[in-house]
């Protein structure tokens, strides 16, 4: 990297401002929502639904076998397209016992 251009080195920036604005998303998404929640008046965490979505599964009550390490990018894009068949098999999530939620901890001490 002894003759790196002006341009190069933008690109660099651009990547980098990207990439923290792409991890950082989650956070301010979660910050925002739980100011507006609590502005009218509603429960920070669930919004008076009382419940909460499995971190684990996120919902759906089902993980893909392999776990985390079971990420198949080809896979999750053809099931998105409209695939019919997955290769991949979903078992029951074991956190949230397949309910794919929990109950809020903050509602409840109500």
């Known amino acids: 990297m002894d003759n790196i ?10 990547g ?7 991890i950082a998303a989650p ?9 507006q929640r609590s502005s009218l008046g509603m429960c920070k965490r669930c919004g008076n639904v009382r ?15 392999g776990g985390v390490a079971g990420f198949n ?8 397209l409209g695939g019919d068949e ?8 074991t956190k949230c016992q397949a309910k794919g939620h929990f109950s809020c901890p903050d509602c409840s001490k109500t």
């Open 73 to 80: 990018f080809i896979d999750d894009l053809y099931q998105s």
């Open 51 to 65: 419940k909460i979505a499995c971190s684990t599964c996120r919902g759906t009550g089902l993980v893909k076998e």
């Open 5 to 14: 251009t002006a341009s190069e080195l933008a690109g660099f920036g651009v």
């Open 16 to 22: 980098t401002l990207l990439l923290c604005a792409t």
């Open 86 to 93: 997955s290769k991949v098999r979903s078992i029951a999530c």
């Open 27 to 35: 956070k301010v998404d979660a910050f925002i929502s739980g100011s």
